[in-house]
């Protein structure tokens, strides 16, 4: 017998011997939050080893937005690990207001200081 039950977001599932806790439903709803809902996935969102510039960046128009969508990530990472790196990457420039440009290759884009 499967039981459902959903605590701050995560939906547990408990069938013999077995838990499983998983965060589909807030997912979808932060995707579908942020305009996001029909994007493709990619295998690894960020490159390891970006360098991180504020030369020739953009201010954002509001910083609130960005520190909303990293809070809601960290949260995520309860059930998404692998999200993790990126997550804390981006979540350093969470307090600034510049658009980055990534040295590592050319149109890289997010949020640097």
């Known amino acids: ?3 459902k039950v959903i605590f701050l977001g995560i939906e547990v599932v408990e069938i013999p011997n077995v838990v499983c806790l998983s965060q589909r439903k807030y997912c979808l709803e932060l995707l579908y939050g942020f ?3 029909g994007c ?13 510039s ?9 910083i609130t937005d960005f520190q909303n969508l990293i ?10 690990p692998d999200i993790a790196y990126e997550v804390q990457v981006l979540s350093q420039y969470s307090k600034n207001q ?9 149109g890289g884009e997010g949020i640097a200081n």
């Not at 809070?71 to 998404?80: A, D, E, P, Q």
């Open 54 to 62: 504020d030369q020739n960046g953009d201010l954002l128009e509001n």
């Open 71 to 80: 809070g809601k990530l960290i949260y995520l990472i309860v059930t998404r």
């Open 98 to 106: 510049i658009i980055f440009r990534g040295e590592g290759r050319e």
């Open 1 to 3: 017998m499967e039981v």
């Open 35 to 37: 305009g996001m809902l």
């Open 40 to 52: 493709k996935p990619v295998k690894t969102p960020l490159e390891s080893n970006l360098v991180i």
